[in-house]
């Protein structure tokens, strides 16, 4: 192979397009980059448009891909079925495209790390020739239970009382632990089929590798590497260097963002004690209905702890008619903030979250404990392991109605913020911490995979 201009390997990383997925792979860019490797994160063309992710201060180079819907994104698309199969025949042509594009320039594509949930972007590298690795943006414990199920090895009891389920590497799991694809037969379809099509050809990549770190799910990491080809290997967590290990310059925030920050949260948290204020966020996606958001506001005005919501534009309707005038300065309810920052602030005691995983690693990175209350996909096993596994937080209890209830949300909160066993759960969440920074510093478990996995690209491709 001809030598690389600068000798730089050149890597293309294209993650599936949502909020959840864009940022630990554009963090993992970030990382690429300080290693000396040179990124191009390919958005979607609707994306980009909407985000300019040209004009940041990076060392990472934009472009674009199509998901056939270039004037409204997801929104353009008729349901869940007709987006992805637009996104699978718009991205597999126009990567295709890009790929074309680059070899004629002096820095032709010699690797693409892509979204395990777009396994067409291997077949793509492939038709070129070019290295393939596997980015898996969930917890590994959820990836390895879609393996079994995607393997047709999953076993299920046919009711929530009966035998808990059985995976090597895992704790024993009742029916409502399982991804909610799973659990909920025959719920979203297409994401599901999606979520299981990440093996379809895994076994062709190059290189497979996982958003967590090697002592947070070591057991369960074992068990699949026993399984997988080629070697699994773990290269989180991939949040904001300032909150790890500080290593590269100005890597305070993910950069893309799908919703308009707002700013005046961490200033209004200046003014409240440490350890005093409850966080509430359930994500990019989650839609509670009208009745869940009055107990979830009940319940947090019951509990008398300060506290700050975050309820997206589309879902704001569904607060409580003058709750927050009632709540005065006691309450903050904002569209979109800075998490990472949110949650590193020494006012916040308690994370209320969806348990969704890129909020899951956040928390357990900057020593929060957590109430979970999961709504749909991965959260539920997220949920499972921050209770019973990592003991860093309590899950809400889902009434027969399919709704939790004020008094279940003071109770959790107050387990969380009071007592012994919430400051058991807050040491932990400091032990967890730790480890998180110990993994991706120098020498760590995440920082010599990175370094494994750039060294062989680079042997391959200069």
């Known amino acids: 192979m001809e030598k690389k201009a600068n000798n730089r390997v050149h890597v293309l990383v294209v993650p599936y397009p949502s909020q959840g997925h864009i940022n630990p792979m554009l963090q993992f860019s970030k990382r690429l980059s300080s290693k000396g490797l040179k990124p191009t994160f390919a958005t979607t063309i609707f994306i980009s448009q909407t985000m300019k992710p040209e004009l940041l201060a990076s060392d990472i ?38 790929i074309v594009k680059y070899r004629s320039s002096p820095h032709p594509i010699d690797c693409i790390i ?231 602030h020494e006012a916040v005691g308690c994370f209320f979250t969806h348990c969704g995983w890129n909020s899951t690693i956040e928390a357990l990175c900057l020593g929060v404990p957590m109430v979970a209350m999961p709504q749909w996909t991965d959260q539920t096993m997220d949920a499972k392991l921050v209770q019973d596994v990592w003991k860093v937080g309590v899950r809400v209890e889902v009434g027969e109605d399919g709704i939790v209830s004020r008094d279940e949300i003071e109770g959790c909160i107050r387990q969380v913020m009071e007592g012994e066993e919430g400051k058991a759960m807050k040491e932990n969440a400091l032990k967890w911490k730790e480890l998180a920074v110990e993994a991706v510093c120098e020498g760590g478990s995440s920082d010599k995979n990175i370094d494994g996995f750039v060294s062989k690209i680079q042997a391959q491709c200069n």
């Open 114 to 344: 892509y979204d395990a949930f777009l396994p067409w972007a291997l077949d793509v590298a492939k038709r070129f020739d070019i290295v393939g690795a596997a980015f898996f943006t969930q917890a590994c414990a959820v990836d390895y239970i879609y393996y079994y199920a995607h393997h047709g090895v999953l076993s299920l009891p046919v009711s929530s009382s009966a035998v808990p389920i059985a995976i090597p590497g895992l704790p024993l799991l009742e029916l409502r632990d399982m991804p909610s694809f799973i659990y909920v037969a025959g719920s979203y379809p297409s994401y599901f089929e999606m979520v299981l099509s990440q093996f379809s050809n895994v076994d062709k990549a190059d290189f497979i590798l996982v958003n967590t770190f090697y002592k947070l799910e070591q057991e369960v990491v074992d068990s699949m590497s026993k399984v997988m080809t080629p070697l699994l290997l773990t290269i989180g967590p991939t949040i904001p260097s300032m909150y790890l290990d500080q290593k590269l310059e100005n890597d305070k925030d993910y950069d893309l963002n799908l919703f308009k920050l707002d700013s005046t949260s961490t200033h209004w948290l200046t003014s409240k004690t440490p350890g005093s204020v409850i966080y509430i966020s359930f994500g990019s996606m989650a839609n509670l209905s009208i009745n869940q958001m009055e107990e979830v506001a009940r319940g947090l005005n019951q509990t008398g702890f300060d506290f700050l919501w975050v309820v997206r534009s589309s879902e704001m309707a569904k607060v409580p008619e003058g709750f927050a005038e009632e709540m005065g300065d006691k309450a903050l309810i904002a569209n979109w903030i800075p998490q990472t920052q949110v949650l590193a």
């Open 61 to 98: 180079h934009f472009d674009t891909i199509s998901d056939g819907c270039d004037e409204g994104g997801f929104s353009e698309a008729e349901n869940v079925d007709d987006y992805l199969v637009r996104l699978q025949a718009a991205g597999s042509r126009t990567l295709t495209e890009l």
